[in-house]
């Protein structure tokens, strides 16, 4: 069947802005197409749809190269995006340090990519079209041999290294509350066993137990009489009123309750949140993610969570550790990270 290439000039690179103008044709024995030439659209000046020749050898070869830039730069912001995540866990400051440069070089490698994409014109799009009009993407990889040939030995061995300090929750390596912290946290409160209690329902939801601390300490402080005095917002994780009706309970009957009973509401409000999620019932839920459902849960499975224009992102700015105008689920491991550090 023959191809055309799909062109949508002045466009975002990468595909964020796309057009539903593709070419359709009942005759697959169309002349528009000789043995030298392919059949490309344009939108002319006046909006009217034009097509003309080019030379096919040519417009092949740079859409390849087009592709495999793009499948570069993918997989450039894929490794900086899980440095950075590894960054924020880490406590170690001469891996710190390592992870920074790593991070620095890919941004420049991430430049000079793009520099390359722009000076083919942005012209192309990750998309190629069949004479039919029936559209597919370009597939990226992410073959770990990929990652070899584009990244380098330095940066693998880096990832190697830094794997070993840091663990799935960016909180601590261990799924189980240290004992230190759980008679901090329970005199705090003042309940014996609060703990114990805190891993046994993140052990139910899934999640790591000093994930769940540390979302109650960004949340309410560890207060569970805690209350917002902008919103209904209650409790050790400040459920509104509408998400407690939603588990039949309610403001009034938790402020009633010990900080020891109120983790049952708790658990079954993430649990809840867990479904709004799109994630099944036993999925595991990493620190990122256990924020995210808590913050924007209809989000919680997208690494960008919201970014600058939006609402959500206009009231919640200081999630934006990177302060790259996006909240994504590593700003919010981050930050519980940081949160954890305060009990």
Request: aromatic share 4%; charged share 25%; glycine share 6%.
């Amino acid at each position: 069947m023959t191809e055309i290439i799909k062109l949508s000039e002045g466009n975002n690179v990468g595909g964020v802005q796309s057009t539903n103008n593709d070419i359709k044709t009942t005759d697959k024995n169309s002349n528009l197409t000789t043995n030298s030439s392919v059949v490309t659209k344009k939108e002319s000046e006046d909006n009217l749809i034009s097509f003309e020749e080019v030379d096919t050898d040519k417009n092949t070869q740079e859409q390849k190269e087009y592709q495999r830039l793009f499948k570069k730069k993918q997989r450039l912001i894929k490794r900086k995006d899980e440095l950075t995540a590894k960054l924020s866990s880490c406590r170690n400051d001469s891996v710190k340090n390592k992870i920074k440069s790593q991070i620095s070089d890919l941004d420049s490698q991430i430049d000079s990519c793009q520099s390359e994409i722009d000076s083919l014109g942005g012209k192309y799009k990750t998309e190629v079209v069949d004479f039919e009009g029936y559209a597919y993407s370009t597939e990226i990889s992410t073959d770990n041999s990929a990652y070899d040939e584009i990244l380098g030995d330095s940066q693998i061995a880096l990832a190697q290294v830094v794997n070993t300090v840091s663990n799935q929750s960016a909180t601590t390596t261990t799924k189980t509350i240290p004992q230190e912290v759980a008679q901090r946290v329970d005199n705090k409160i003042g309940e014996k066993g609060f703990c114990a209690k805190v891993e046994q329902i993140a052990q139910e939801i899934n999640c790591n137990a000093n994930d769940l601390l540390a979302l109650m300490q960004s949340e309410s402080g560890l207060n569970p009489k805690s209350q917002s005095s902008v919103s209904s917002a209650t409790g050790l994780i400040q459920c509104l009123s509408s998400t407690l009706q939603s588990v039949g309970s309610s403001t009034s009957q938790i402020l009633k309750m010990s900080a020891i009973e109120q983790l049952d509401v708790v658990k079954k409000v993430l649990l809840s949140l867990k479904q709004v999620a799109g994630l099944k019932a036993n999925a595991k839920v990493d620190t990122g993610t256990l924020y995210a459902i808590c913050f924007l849960p209809a989000k919680a499975k997208n690494d960008v969570i919201c970014q600058a224009g939006s609402k959500e992102y206009a009231n919640n700015k200081g999630l934006d550790i990177d302060g790259n105008g996006k909240i994504t689920k590593s700003d919010l491991a981050a930050r519980l990270n940081k949160k954890y550090k305060e009990i």
